[in-house]
Protein backbone atom coordinates (compact mmCIF):
# COMPACT_ATOMS: atom_id res chain seq x y z
CA UNK A 1 0.00 0.00 0.00
CA UNK A 2 1.30 3.57 -0.86
CA UNK A 3 2.42 5.66 2.23
CA UNK A 4 -0.03 8.94 1.80
CA UNK A 5 2.17 11.91 1.22
CA UNK A 6 4.35 13.40 -1.33
CA UNK A 7 7.75 15.28 -0.28
CA UNK A 8 6.95 18.70 0.43
CA UNK A 9 8.52 20.24 -2.25
CA UNK A 10 7.36 17.72 -4.94
CA UNK A 11 3.78 18.71 -3.88
CA UNK A 12 4.95 22.40 -4.15
CA UNK A 13 6.16 22.25 -7.33
CA UNK A 14 3.52 20.32 -8.73
CA UNK A 15 1.52 23.35 -7.00
CA UNK A 16 3.23 26.09 -8.31
CA UNK A 17 3.12 24.82 -12.27
CA UNK A 18 -0.01 23.51 -12.74
CA UNK A 19 -0.90 26.53 -14.29
CA UNK A 20 1.37 25.37 -16.67
CA UNK A 21 0.72 21.72 -16.88
CA UNK A 22 -2.75 22.06 -17.22
CA UNK A 23 -2.37 23.93 -20.34
CA UNK A 24 0.14 21.62 -22.17
CA UNK A 25 0.09 18.68 -20.31
CA UNK A 26 -0.70 15.60 -22.54
CA UNK A 27 -2.49 13.20 -20.96
CA UNK A 28 -2.44 10.17 -23.04
CA UNK A 29 -2.53 6.19 -22.46
CA UNK A 30 1.47 5.71 -22.89
CA UNK A 31 1.70 8.31 -19.76
CA UNK A 32 -0.99 6.26 -18.04
CA UNK A 33 -0.21 3.42 -18.31
CA UNK A 34 3.68 4.49 -17.10
CA UNK A 35 2.04 5.67 -14.25
CA UNK A 36 0.03 2.29 -13.70
CA UNK A 37 3.07 -0.08 -14.58
CA UNK A 38 5.26 1.69 -11.31
CA UNK A 39 1.82 1.37 -9.38
CA UNK A 40 1.09 4.77 -8.76
CA UNK A 41 -1.85 4.76 -10.50
CA UNK A 42 -4.52 1.88 -10.11
CA UNK A 43 -6.81 0.83 -13.08
CA UNK A 44 -9.73 2.48 -11.51
CA UNK A 45 -7.74 5.67 -11.12
CA UNK A 46 -6.62 5.40 -14.72
CA UNK A 47 -10.45 5.01 -16.17
CA UNK A 48 -11.79 7.79 -14.34
CA UNK A 49 -9.04 9.88 -15.69
CA UNK A 50 -9.19 9.60 -19.01
CA UNK A 51 -12.95 9.68 -18.63
CA UNK A 52 -12.91 13.40 -18.36
CA UNK A 53 -14.32 15.18 -21.21
CA UNK A 54 -11.57 17.92 -22.00
CA UNK A 55 -7.56 17.46 -22.16
CA UNK A 56 -7.60 20.16 -19.19
CA UNK A 57 -10.05 18.23 -17.41
CA UNK A 58 -7.57 14.93 -17.92
CA UNK A 59 -4.62 16.88 -16.79
CA UNK A 60 -6.48 18.79 -13.90
CA UNK A 61 -7.66 15.26 -12.47
CA UNK A 62 -4.15 13.55 -12.42
CA UNK A 63 -2.85 16.56 -10.67
CA UNK A 64 -5.46 15.91 -8.19
CA UNK A 65 -4.29 13.00 -7.69
CA UNK A 66 -0.79 12.57 -7.26
CA UNK A 67 -0.05 14.46 -4.03
CA UNK A 68 -2.21 11.53 -2.10
CA UNK A 69 -0.04 8.76 -4.47
CA UNK A 70 3.13 8.73 -2.16
CA UNK A 71 6.49 9.38 -2.17
CA UNK A 72 7.70 8.01 -5.25
CA UNK A 73 4.51 9.82 -7.65
CA UNK A 74 6.64 12.84 -8.78
CA UNK A 75 9.46 11.27 -9.90
CA UNK A 76 7.26 8.34 -11.52
CA UNK A 77 5.09 11.08 -13.27
CA UNK A 78 8.78 12.96 -14.15
CA UNK A 79 9.61 9.53 -15.85
CA UNK A 80 6.86 9.60 -17.79
CA UNK A 81 7.16 12.95 -18.93
CA UNK A 82 10.39 12.11 -20.41
CA UNK A 83 9.03 8.78 -22.16
CA UNK A 84 5.96 11.03 -23.81
CA UNK A 85 8.51 13.41 -25.15
CA UNK A 86 7.40 16.24 -22.61
CA UNK A 87 10.74 17.06 -21.57
CA UNK A 88 9.78 20.72 -21.59
CA UNK A 89 7.64 20.35 -18.55
CA UNK A 90 9.85 17.41 -17.02
CA UNK A 91 12.69 20.26 -16.61
CA UNK A 92 9.98 23.09 -15.58
CA UNK A 93 8.65 20.60 -12.52
CA UNK A 94 12.41 18.99 -11.67
CA UNK A 95 14.04 22.54 -11.35
CA UNK A 96 10.97 24.07 -9.44
CA UNK A 97 11.01 20.85 -7.21
CA UNK A 98 15.13 21.95 -6.56
CA UNK A 99 14.04 25.70 -6.22
CA UNK A 100 10.82 25.33 -3.73
CA UNK A 101 13.14 22.50 -1.81
CA UNK A 102 15.33 25.42 -0.81
CA UNK A 103 12.80 28.17 -0.12
CA UNK A 104 10.28 26.76 1.76
CA UNK A 105 11.63 24.98 4.65
CA UNK A 106 8.59 26.43 6.99
CA UNK A 107 5.89 24.53 5.20
CA UNK A 108 4.12 21.90 7.46
CA UNK A 109 1.30 19.87 5.30
CA UNK A 110 -0.78 18.12 7.34
CA UNK A 111 -3.94 15.63 5.86
CA UNK A 112 -7.15 16.88 5.29
CA UNK A 113 -5.62 20.35 6.81
CA UNK A 114 -4.72 23.59 5.06
CA UNK A 115 -1.23 24.48 5.18
CA UNK A 116 0.40 26.17 8.10
CA UNK A 117 3.08 28.28 7.28
CA UNK A 118 6.07 29.11 9.26
CA UNK A 119 6.81 32.62 7.43
CA UNK A 120 4.55 35.42 7.00
CA UNK A 121 0.82 35.92 6.09
CA UNK A 122 1.25 37.57 2.77
CA UNK A 123 3.42 34.65 2.11
CA UNK A 124 0.51 32.23 2.86
CA UNK A 125 -1.71 34.11 0.98
CA UNK A 126 0.46 34.16 -2.11
CA UNK A 127 0.68 30.42 -2.12
CA UNK A 128 -3.16 29.88 -1.42
CA UNK A 129 -4.62 32.23 -3.99
CA UNK A 130 -4.65 30.64 -7.98
CA UNK A 131 -7.57 31.05 -10.29
CA UNK A 132 -7.21 27.26 -10.67
CA UNK A 133 -8.45 24.22 -9.43
CA UNK A 134 -5.69 22.90 -6.43
CA UNK A 135 -3.76 20.20 -7.51
CA UNK A 136 -4.05 18.92 -3.69
CA UNK A 137 -6.92 17.71 -1.23
CA UNK A 138 -4.43 19.30 1.60
CA UNK A 139 -4.58 23.04 0.57
CA UNK A 140 -8.93 23.00 0.51
CA UNK A 141 -11.03 23.50 3.37
CA UNK A 142 -12.01 19.66 4.48
CA UNK A 143 -15.95 20.69 4.89
CA UNK A 144 -16.02 22.63 1.42
CA UNK A 145 -19.74 22.62 -0.17
CA UNK A 146 -18.74 20.27 -3.09
CA UNK A 147 -19.73 22.02 -7.02
CA UNK A 148 -21.24 20.26 -9.87
CA UNK A 149 -17.47 20.14 -11.02
CA UNK A 150 -16.17 18.66 -8.49
CA UNK A 151 -18.91 16.05 -8.24
CA UNK A 152 -18.52 15.52 -11.81
CA UNK A 153 -15.14 14.61 -12.45
CA UNK A 154 -14.22 13.34 -8.20
CA UNK A 155 -11.33 10.84 -8.56
CA UNK A 156 -12.55 9.23 -5.33
CA UNK A 157 -15.86 7.44 -6.22
CA UNK A 158 -17.21 5.49 -9.25
CA UNK A 159 -20.70 7.32 -8.97
CA UNK A 160 -22.58 8.88 -11.75
CA UNK A 161 -23.58 12.70 -12.08
CA UNK A 162 -25.93 13.48 -9.22
CA UNK A 163 -26.25 17.22 -8.81
CA UNK A 164 -29.48 18.62 -8.45
CA UNK A 165 -32.28 18.61 -10.99
CA UNK A 166 -32.04 22.45 -11.84
CA UNK A 167 -35.22 24.24 -11.61
CA UNK A 168 -37.14 25.80 -14.51
CA UNK A 169 -37.76 29.52 -13.57
CA UNK A 170 -41.30 31.14 -13.31
CA UNK A 171 -40.85 33.44 -16.04
CA UNK A 172 -39.81 30.70 -18.19
CA UNK A 173 -42.64 28.62 -17.34
CA UNK A 174 -45.52 31.64 -18.38
CA UNK A 175 -43.24 32.23 -21.57
CA UNK A 176 -43.40 28.54 -22.78
CA UNK A 177 -46.41 26.75 -21.38
CA UNK A 178 -49.39 27.65 -23.69
CA UNK A 179 -47.09 26.13 -27.26
CA UNK A 180 -46.10 23.41 -25.33
CA UNK A 181 -47.87 19.73 -23.76
CA UNK A 182 -49.91 20.69 -20.29
CA UNK A 183 -47.06 19.43 -17.67
CA UNK A 184 -48.33 21.08 -14.19
CA UNK A 185 -49.65 17.90 -12.30
CA UNK A 186 -48.18 17.01 -9.29
CA UNK A 187 -46.60 14.50 -9.79
CA UNK A 188 -45.72 14.73 -13.02
CA UNK A 189 -46.60 11.18 -13.81
CA UNK A 190 -46.10 8.04 -13.13
CA UNK A 191 -42.67 6.08 -14.02
CA UNK A 192 -42.01 2.23 -14.74
CA UNK A 193 -38.50 1.25 -15.36
CA UNK A 194 -37.57 -2.83 -15.63
CA UNK A 195 -33.91 -3.43 -15.19
CA UNK A 196 -32.67 -7.09 -16.04
CA UNK A 197 -29.32 -7.47 -14.51
CA UNK A 198 -29.26 -11.54 -14.24
CA UNK A 199 -30.37 -13.90 -16.69
CA UNK A 200 -31.17 -17.01 -16.18
CA UNK A 201 -28.18 -19.61 -17.05
CA UNK A 202 -29.99 -22.53 -18.11
CA UNK A 203 -32.59 -20.56 -19.64
CA UNK A 204 -30.58 -18.06 -21.10
CA UNK A 205 -26.99 -19.15 -21.56
CA UNK A 206 -25.87 -17.08 -23.94
CA UNK A 207 -26.69 -13.94 -22.10
CA UNK A 208 -23.91 -12.93 -19.70
CA UNK A 209 -25.18 -10.19 -16.05
CA UNK A 210 -25.36 -6.58 -17.14
CA UNK A 211 -22.46 -5.49 -15.03
CA UNK A 212 -23.09 -1.86 -13.97
CA UNK A 213 -26.92 -2.67 -14.75
CA UNK A 214 -27.83 -2.04 -10.89
CA UNK A 215 -26.66 1.02 -11.51
CA UNK A 216 -28.21 2.71 -14.44
CA UNK A 217 -31.88 1.47 -12.32
CA UNK A 218 -30.56 3.98 -9.66
CA UNK A 219 -29.89 6.37 -11.66
CA UNK A 220 -33.19 6.45 -13.40
CA UNK A 221 -34.92 6.09 -10.02
CA UNK A 222 -33.36 9.39 -8.89
CA UNK A 223 -33.62 11.73 -11.30
CA UNK A 224 -37.19 11.17 -12.22
CA UNK A 225 -37.74 11.61 -8.77
CA UNK A 226 -36.44 14.38 -8.60
CA UNK A 227 -38.64 15.27 -11.56
CA UNK A 228 -41.71 14.70 -9.28
CA UNK A 229 -42.91 11.24 -11.12
CA UNK A 230 -43.93 8.47 -9.15
CA UNK A 231 -41.28 5.56 -9.45
CA UNK A 232 -42.02 1.72 -9.65
CA UNK A 233 -38.70 -0.28 -10.63
CA UNK A 234 -38.81 -3.96 -11.29
CA UNK A 235 -35.95 -6.47 -11.21
CA UNK A 236 -35.17 -9.34 -13.20
CA UNK A 237 -38.17 -10.35 -14.74
CA UNK A 238 -38.80 -12.97 -17.15
CA UNK A 239 -40.24 -12.13 -20.67
CA UNK A 240 -44.00 -12.61 -19.64
CA UNK A 241 -43.27 -10.72 -16.45
CA UNK A 242 -42.31 -7.77 -17.95
CA UNK A 243 -45.35 -8.33 -20.27
CA UNK A 244 -47.97 -8.32 -17.14
CA UNK A 245 -46.34 -5.65 -15.52
CA UNK A 246 -46.31 -3.13 -18.50
CA UNK A 247 -50.04 -4.13 -19.11
CA UNK A 248 -50.40 -3.86 -15.23
CA UNK A 249 -48.66 -0.22 -15.54
CA UNK A 250 -50.78 0.98 -19.05
CA UNK A 251 -53.97 0.50 -17.00
CA UNK A 252 -53.65 2.36 -14.30
CA UNK A 253 -56.60 4.86 -13.45
CA UNK A 254 -54.42 7.36 -12.07
CA UNK A 255 -53.22 8.11 -15.51
CA UNK A 256 -56.22 10.50 -15.86
CA UNK A 257 -55.04 12.87 -13.75
CA UNK A 258 -51.29 13.32 -14.48
CA UNK A 259 -50.02 14.60 -17.59
CA UNK A 260 -47.42 12.24 -18.71
CA UNK A 261 -45.51 8.84 -17.74
CA UNK A 262 -42.38 7.37 -18.29
CA UNK A 263 -41.15 3.98 -19.23
CA UNK A 264 -37.30 3.03 -19.02
CA UNK A 265 -36.53 -0.99 -20.79
CA UNK A 266 -32.85 -1.92 -19.88
CA UNK A 267 -32.05 -5.56 -21.08
CA UNK A 268 -29.59 -7.24 -23.57
CA UNK A 269 -31.89 -6.58 -27.18
CA UNK A 270 -31.68 -6.81 -30.58
CA UNK A 271 -33.47 -4.96 -32.85
CA UNK A 272 -37.46 -4.97 -32.22
CA UNK A 273 -36.93 -6.38 -28.54
CA UNK A 274 -35.72 -6.84 -25.30
CA UNK A 275 -34.68 -10.26 -23.52
CA UNK A 276 -36.65 -11.08 -20.56
CA UNK A 277 -34.33 -13.42 -17.81
CA UNK A 278 -35.84 -16.53 -19.14
CA UNK A 279 -34.20 -15.59 -22.53
CA UNK A 280 -37.10 -14.91 -24.63
CA UNK A 281 -38.23 -11.54 -26.26
CA UNK A 282 -40.51 -8.94 -25.56
CA UNK A 283 -41.49 -7.01 -28.97
CA UNK A 284 -40.64 -3.50 -28.59
CA UNK A 285 -44.21 -2.61 -30.88
CA UNK A 286 -46.66 -4.91 -28.75
CA UNK A 287 -44.67 -2.08 -25.40
CA UNK A 288 -46.01 0.84 -27.67
CA UNK A 289 -49.28 -0.32 -28.70
CA UNK A 290 -50.03 -0.65 -25.35
CA UNK A 291 -49.93 2.75 -24.27
CA UNK A 292 -51.49 3.91 -27.94
CA UNK A 293 -54.46 6.08 -27.95
CA UNK A 294 -56.81 3.25 -28.84
CA UNK A 295 -55.26 0.88 -25.63
CA UNK A 296 -54.38 3.60 -23.24
CA UNK A 297 -57.28 6.25 -23.75
CA UNK A 298 -56.26 7.96 -20.16
CA UNK A 299 -52.93 9.15 -22.06
CA UNK A 300 -54.62 10.78 -24.99
CA UNK A 301 -53.24 13.48 -25.90
CA UNK A 302 -50.54 12.89 -23.27
CA UNK A 303 -46.61 13.05 -23.90
CA UNK A 304 -45.52 9.46 -23.67
CA UNK A 305 -42.02 9.06 -23.22
CA UNK A 306 -39.41 5.47 -23.46
CA UNK A 307 -36.51 5.04 -23.31
CA UNK A 308 -34.63 1.70 -23.91
CA UNK A 309 -30.88 0.87 -22.74
CA UNK A 310 -30.33 -2.33 -24.79
CA UNK A 311 -28.54 -3.68 -27.80
CA UNK A 312 -30.43 -3.48 -31.56
CA UNK A 313 -28.17 -6.16 -32.89
CA UNK A 314 -24.34 -7.63 -32.18
CA UNK A 315 -22.26 -5.52 -34.31
CA UNK A 316 -20.00 -3.19 -32.59
CA UNK A 317 -19.40 0.33 -33.92
CA UNK A 318 -15.51 0.45 -33.96
CA UNK A 319 -15.55 4.24 -35.22
CA UNK A 320 -14.13 5.79 -38.74
CA UNK A 321 -11.46 8.28 -38.59
CA UNK A 322 -12.69 11.97 -38.98
CA UNK A 323 -11.07 14.17 -41.78
CA UNK A 324 -9.57 17.28 -40.95
CA UNK A 325 -10.54 16.42 -37.42
CA UNK A 326 -8.71 16.12 -33.75
CA UNK A 327 -6.33 13.02 -33.45
CA UNK A 328 -8.68 11.56 -30.97
CA UNK A 329 -11.70 12.15 -28.84
CA UNK A 330 -12.03 12.01 -25.41
CA UNK A 331 -12.14 7.78 -24.22
CA UNK A 332 -14.36 7.58 -20.80
CA UNK A 333 -12.60 5.04 -19.31
CA UNK A 334 -12.90 0.83 -19.67
CA UNK A 335 -16.63 -0.09 -21.19
CA UNK A 336 -18.32 -2.78 -21.35
CA UNK A 337 -20.14 -4.14 -24.30
CA UNK A 338 -23.93 -5.03 -23.54
CA UNK A 339 -24.90 -7.27 -26.31
CA UNK A 340 -27.61 -10.23 -27.15
CA UNK A 341 -28.04 -12.54 -29.49
CA UNK A 342 -30.46 -12.89 -32.33
CA UNK A 343 -33.83 -13.70 -32.13
CA UNK A 344 -37.25 -13.21 -33.14
CA UNK A 345 -40.97 -12.79 -32.18
CA UNK A 346 -44.54 -11.82 -33.24
CA UNK A 347 -46.53 -8.70 -32.08
CA UNK A 348 -49.90 -9.66 -31.27
CA UNK A 349 -52.25 -7.89 -33.14
CA UNK A 350 -54.95 -5.67 -31.84
CA UNK A 351 -58.26 -3.79 -33.15
CA UNK A 352 -59.91 -0.49 -31.84
CA UNK A 353 -63.98 -0.74 -31.57
CA UNK A 354 -65.97 1.94 -33.34
CA UNK A 355 -67.48 5.01 -31.54
CA UNK A 356 -70.89 5.55 -32.38
CA UNK A 357 -70.51 9.39 -32.39
CA UNK A 358 -68.69 11.80 -34.17
CA UNK A 359 -65.51 12.58 -32.45
CA UNK A 360 -62.21 13.95 -33.39
CA UNK A 361 -60.37 11.14 -34.05
CA UNK A 362 -56.73 10.66 -33.47
CA UNK A 363 -53.99 8.38 -34.99
CA UNK A 364 -53.59 5.26 -33.68
CA UNK A 365 -50.24 6.44 -32.04
CA UNK A 366 -49.10 9.41 -31.35
CA UNK A 367 -47.32 12.06 -28.63
CA UNK A 368 -44.47 9.34 -28.27
CA UNK A 369 -40.96 9.79 -27.84
CA UNK A 370 -38.36 6.93 -27.83
CA UNK A 371 -34.21 7.24 -26.98
CA UNK A 372 -32.71 4.06 -28.15
CA UNK A 373 -29.35 3.38 -26.89
CA UNK A 374 -28.03 2.21 -30.17
CA UNK A 375 -28.50 2.63 -33.57
CA UNK A 376 -30.63 1.11 -36.22
CA UNK A 377 -29.02 1.20 -39.68
CA UNK A 378 -30.24 0.11 -43.02
CA UNK A 379 -27.17 -2.84 -42.95
CA UNK A 380 -26.72 -3.15 -39.59
CA UNK A 381 -28.05 -2.68 -35.72
CA UNK A 382 -25.12 -1.70 -33.52
CA UNK A 383 -24.43 -2.80 -29.61
CA UNK A 384 -24.69 -0.42 -26.80
CA UNK A 385 -22.09 0.43 -24.28
CA UNK A 386 -21.75 -0.04 -20.68
CA UNK A 387 -19.83 1.02 -17.97
CA UNK A 388 -19.51 -1.70 -15.09
CA UNK A 389 -18.69 1.23 -12.67
CA UNK A 390 -20.59 4.26 -13.76
CA UNK A 391 -23.67 2.32 -15.90
CA UNK A 392 -24.16 2.53 -19.70
CA UNK A 393 -23.17 5.87 -21.60
CA UNK A 394 -26.44 6.31 -22.78
CA UNK A 395 -28.37 6.63 -19.51
CA UNK A 396 -25.12 8.62 -18.36
CA UNK A 397 -25.80 11.70 -20.79
CA UNK A 398 -29.25 11.08 -20.07
CA UNK A 399 -29.33 11.92 -16.56
CA UNK A 400 -26.55 14.60 -16.76
CA UNK A 401 -28.65 16.66 -19.38
CA UNK A 402 -32.24 16.00 -17.99
CA UNK A 403 -30.42 17.62 -14.49
CA UNK A 404 -28.57 20.42 -16.45
CA UNK A 405 -30.90 21.33 -19.13
CA UNK A 406 -34.60 20.34 -18.89
CA UNK A 407 -34.97 23.53 -16.95
CA UNK A 408 -35.57 25.30 -20.25
CA UNK A 409 -34.98 23.00 -23.07
CA UNK A 410 -37.62 20.84 -24.81
CA UNK A 411 -36.98 16.83 -24.52
CA UNK A 412 -36.52 16.70 -28.26
CA UNK A 413 -33.65 18.83 -27.62
CA UNK A 414 -32.00 17.55 -24.85
CA UNK A 415 -32.49 13.53 -26.83
CA UNK A 416 -29.98 15.83 -29.76
CA UNK A 417 -28.04 16.70 -26.80
CA UNK A 418 -27.41 13.11 -25.51
CA UNK A 419 -26.79 11.74 -29.06
CA UNK A 420 -23.92 14.78 -29.70
CA UNK A 421 -22.46 13.56 -26.54
CA UNK A 422 -22.98 9.62 -27.27
CA UNK A 423 -21.12 10.58 -30.45
CA UNK A 424 -17.87 12.16 -28.79
CA UNK A 425 -17.49 9.03 -26.72
CA UNK A 426 -15.20 6.63 -27.41
CA UNK A 427 -14.21 3.01 -25.55
CA UNK A 428 -10.54 2.70 -23.36
CA UNK A 429 -9.52 -0.69 -22.81
CA UNK A 430 -6.11 -1.10 -24.42
CA UNK A 431 -5.94 -4.87 -25.73
CA UNK A 432 -9.47 -5.39 -25.77
CA UNK A 433 -11.77 -5.26 -28.70
CA UNK A 434 -14.02 -3.01 -27.19
CA UNK A 435 -10.53 -0.34 -27.40
CA UNK A 436 -11.80 2.87 -29.17
CA UNK A 437 -15.09 1.71 -29.41
CA UNK A 438 -18.09 3.63 -30.48
CA UNK A 439 -21.74 4.18 -29.71
CA UNK A 440 -24.59 6.17 -31.64
CA UNK A 441 -27.66 6.76 -29.92
CA UNK A 442 -30.68 8.07 -32.03
CA UNK A 443 -34.77 8.83 -30.41
CA UNK A 444 -37.84 8.82 -32.29
CA UNK A 445 -40.37 11.25 -31.60
CA UNK A 446 -44.64 11.53 -32.55
CA UNK A 447 -44.38 14.30 -30.51
CA UNK A 448 -46.91 17.23 -31.39
CA UNK A 449 -45.84 20.23 -29.19
CA UNK A 450 -42.67 21.14 -27.03
CA UNK A 451 -42.45 19.05 -23.85
CA UNK A 452 -40.66 20.31 -21.32
CA UNK A 453 -40.78 19.28 -18.06
CA UNK A 454 -40.77 22.40 -16.27
CA UNK A 455 -39.07 20.71 -13.06
CA UNK A 456 -39.69 22.29 -9.80
CA UNK A 457 -41.84 24.35 -10.81
CA UNK A 458 -45.76 24.18 -9.30
CA UNK A 459 -48.27 26.01 -11.03
CA UNK A 460 -50.89 28.11 -9.43
CA UNK A 461 -53.76 27.67 -11.00
Same mark, same amino acid.
Not at 79 to 107: I, R
Not at 149 to 165: Q, R
Given at each position: ??????????????????????????????????????????????????????????????????????????????????????????????????????????????????????????????????????????????????????????????????????????????????????????????????????????????????????????????????????????????????????????????????????????????????????????????????????????????????????????????????????????????????????????????????????????????????????????????? @????? =??? $?? *???? #?? +?? !??????????????????????????????? @????? =??? $?? *???? #?? +?? !???????????
Amino acid at each position: MLECGMLDRDRLALKTCSTILCKQLVVDELLIQSLQADEILTEAMAENIMAAQTSQKRSWCLLLLLPKRGPRAFSSFCTALQETQQQHLYELLTQSSEKDGKETPGVIFRPEEEPVMATTEKKRERFIDSSLPLPTQEVVAAKRARTQESMEFSLDADSPINTPVLPCSPDFYLSNCHQSYRMNSSPRGFALVISNVTFDPCAAPDLDPRKGGEVDEEVLRKVFTELDYVLTVHRDLTAQGMKACIEEFSRRPGHQTMDSCVVCLLSHGVEGAIYGTDGRLLQLDWVFESFDNAHCPLLQNKPKMFFIQACRGEEMDCGVEQMDGPGRTCSPSCEQRDAGREGQGDASARQSGDMRRTRIKLPQRSDMICGFASLKGQSICTA @AMRNT =KRG $SW *FVQE #LN +KM !LRHRARDTHLADIMVQVNRHIKEREGYAPGT @AHHRC =KEM $SE *FTSS #LC +KD !LYLFPKYQSQY
